[in-house]
T-cell receptor
């Protein structure tokens, strides 16, 4: 089964500091990986996705993630945190069945940005 | 292009009742997926519909069901509600392949009393 694990349910950074949110995947086949963000009382918004093209993926709002097969990781980073980045972040893998697919999500990481 | 819309946004029901939630996908999208989000279990996949056929199903009891119409709009139904069904129910639409971005609606917040 394809799954992801997010390390750290809560991460706190200072405004302007590096943001690093960790995600490790488990998959017997090349995975398709996604990072989503959720603001309070809203649905999920795609930040970026990896679909086996470039290993360094750039997304919206200055976020990027690097696919590392040797480490089975897909960590999300942003060089300088803004207050508006405070939200819940979810890593997900596209899990294929014989007939369709679904997103298997990690438990999420709540990012707090302090002034 | 309009986004994914879900109605209603909030619902309060009592145990034993049933509920129907609606989702209108982005125009041109043929795949609609449903997810349940709770603080304890996180985001869990319920089912996916593609061209009016259920193509994939998560590990939920038969009280949870869904359908998709010819215009790709989808409904999910929960019968005999339990307290544990209180959750945010999210709908997502996509073109329908594994690499496609799933676009999420704002969700329906269901509270079961």
């Amino acid at each position: 089964a394809q799954s992801v694990t997010q390390l750290g349910s809560h991460v706190s950074v200072s405004e302007g500091a590096l943001v690093l949110l960790r995600c490790n995947y488990s998959s017997s086949v090349p995975p398709y990986l996604f990072w989503y963000v959720q603001y309070p009382n809203q649905g999920l918004q795609l930040l970026l996705k990896y679909t086996s093209a470039a290993t360094l993926v750039k997304g919206i709002n200055g976020f990027e993630a690097e696919f590392k097969k040797s480490e089975t990781s897909f960590h999300l980073t942003k060089p300088s945190a803004h207050m508006s980045d405070a939200a819940e972040y979810f890593c997900a893998v596209s899990a294929n069945s014989n007939s369709g697919y679904a997103l298997n999500f990690g438990k999420g990481t709540s990012l707090l940005v302090t002034p | 292009k309009a986004g994914v819309t879900q109605t209603p946004r909030y619902l309060i029901k009592t145990r034993g009742q049933q509920v129907t939630l609606s989702c209108s996908p982005i125009s041109g999208h043929r795949s609609v997926s449903w997810y349940q989000q709770t603080p304890g279990q996180g985001l869990q996949f319920l089912f996916e519909y593609f061209s009016e056929t259920q193509r994939n199903k998560g590990n939920f009891p038969g009280r949870f069901s869904g359908r998709q119409f010819s215009n790709s709009r989808s409904e999910m139904n929960v019968s005999t509600l339990e307290l544990g069904d209180s959750a945010l129910y999210l709908c997502a639409s996509s073109i329908g392949t594994a690499t496609d971005t799933q676009y999420f609606g704002p969700g329906t917040r269901l509270t079961v009393l």
